[in-house]
């Protein structure tokens, strides 16, 4: 089994600055990729941002420029750097990591205040 907490949610004002850290344990298989999702009340989870264990990234269109992922494989951590946030990314962030099964983490808050 693979339990994933995410840390690091919070209120900020738009412009600002967060980062987001997911730590997964137990058996992991080397070969994986973890990312980050987004909701808010009413909508579909959204991916953010993923990144693989080779450390190839993908980007949802609203976030490029502004966020980054990245990934430690030795300490299996993913962090997302966001900057220049906007009212627009308020949502719940999930950590989700897929090696030969799909894991999802309890989700951190993140709220951009106008």
């Known amino acids: 089994q693979v339990h994933l907490v995410e840390s690091g949610g919070g209120l900020v004002q738009a412009g600002g600055s967060l980062r987001l850290s997911c730590a997964a344990s137990g058996s992991i298989f080397g070969i994986n990729v973890m990312g980050w999702y987004r909701q808010t009340p009413g909508k579909q989870r959204e991916l953010v941002a993923t990144i693989t264990s080779s450390d190839s990234t993908n980007y949802a269109d609203s976030v490029k420029g502004r966020f980054t992922i990245s990934r430690d494989n030795a300490k299996n951590t993913v962090a997302l750097q966001m900057n220049s946030l906007k009212p627009e990314d308020t949502a719940v962030y999930y950590c989700?990591?897929?090696?030969?099964?799909?894991?999802w983490g309890q989700g951190t808050q993140v709220t951009v205040s106008s």
């Open positions: 989700r990591l897929v090696d030969l099964r799909e894991y």
